[in-house]
């Protein structure tokens, strides 16, 4: 049963960061909805958010936790904001397709 | 048992991403986002944050992904429309993200003195500290300007958010002109 106690390589943990970051840069250019860009930022977030819990992790050094925990604070403010602002922009132009959305003036 | 759940999880968290990516409906993105985020909750609790993983899910799958649904209701998001330029962005975009992958893999493998996770081991190996108590003991003695000042940052946003979201005259005669043409 050595296999129920094995423990993970702090790499594998690493790559599952890479890969989820990757794929939050592949929705931030191929998604075509204003909301879905935004949601792939906040995929991008959360896997630099495990990036610094396992560096937490590697150094026992507290900081990298309560870095993760003012990410999390910044990433709620500016949730609320780019929700205003895509309701806003929603409001004027009537359509949430970025590419319809090309001109900054009102 | 660590190794079974990292790859539980860390297959949930790859096959919501990947199905974020693949669904065309916002909601059924915001739902698969939600997954994410919850099986990231889990992985910081085997990384031994028990308190990052409570507030994963308290912050980001519960107060960020309300809003988002809330809004992609708000406004009836419908499925999104193809067209020239998201077929370009696939072409150009895939390549510049498979270098990228490559990139990090390349010095994330290459990084030497990667010890491995322990279930069960945290921050502090001393029976009587937990975690949680070295974490608000830097937060609430080192860090507490920082911390109060995130309180400001979020008034602020919310009173942002209130004032660009609302509704004023000028605002929907645009938003009528914009439906004319």
């Not at chain 1, 958010?49 to 590697?58: G, I, K, R, T």
């Not at chain 1, 900081?63 to 604070?73: A, L």
């Not at chain 2, 190794?3 to 999880?9: D, K």
């Not at chain 2, 209701?73 to 999104?80: I, P, Q, S, V, Y």
Request: aromatic letters at 10%; a neutral charge; charged letters at 10%.
């Amino acid at each position: 049963m050595s296999f129920l106690h094995h423990d993970v390589p702090l790499t594998w943990y690493l790559l599952l960061s890479a890969a989820l970051f990757s794929l939050g840069v592949v929705g931030f250019l191929i998604k075509r909805n204003i909301i879905t860009v935004f949601m792939s930022i906040e995929l991008m977030l959360n896997a630099v958010n495990l990036s610094f819990v396992v560096f937490a992790y590697q150094w026992h050094e507290v900081k990298g936790q309560i870095f993760v925990f003012f990410v999390m604070m910044v990433a709620a403010a500016e949730a609320a904001v780019g929700l205003a602002i895509i309701i806003a922009v929603f409001r004027v132009r009537a359509t949430l397709a970025v590419d319809r959305i090309n001109l900054m003036k009102l | 048992m660590h190794l079974i759940l990292f790859f539980l999880f860390a297959g949930f968290c790859l096959a919501g991403a990947i199905n974020l990516l693949l669904q065309t409906h916002p909601i059924n993105s915001a739902l698969s986002l939600i997954v994410v985020m919850t099986s990231l909750a889990v992985l910081y609790l085997l990384l031994g944050a028990e308190f990052l993983a409570i507030a994963q899910i308290i912050v980001y799958a519960g107060a960020v992904m309300v809003l988002f649904t809330f809004v992609v209701m708000l406004l009836n998001a419908g499925r999104e429309e193809r067209t020239l330029g998201s077929r370009a962005a696939a072409r150009v975009g895939f390549p510049a993200v498979v270098v990228l992958l490559a990139v990090l893999a390349t010095i994330i493998l290459r990084a030497q003195g990667l010890v491995s996770a322990h279930l069960g081991a945290g921050l502090t190996n001393d029976p009587n500290g937990s975690n949680l108590v070295v974490l608000s003991q830097v937060l609430f003695h080192e860090l507490l300007l920082p911390f109060e000042l995130t309180s400001v940052l979020i008034l602020i946003a919310i009173l942002g958010a209130v004032a660009i979201a609302r509704a004023d005259g000028s605002k929907v005669d645009g938003a009528e002109r914009s439906a004319e043409k």
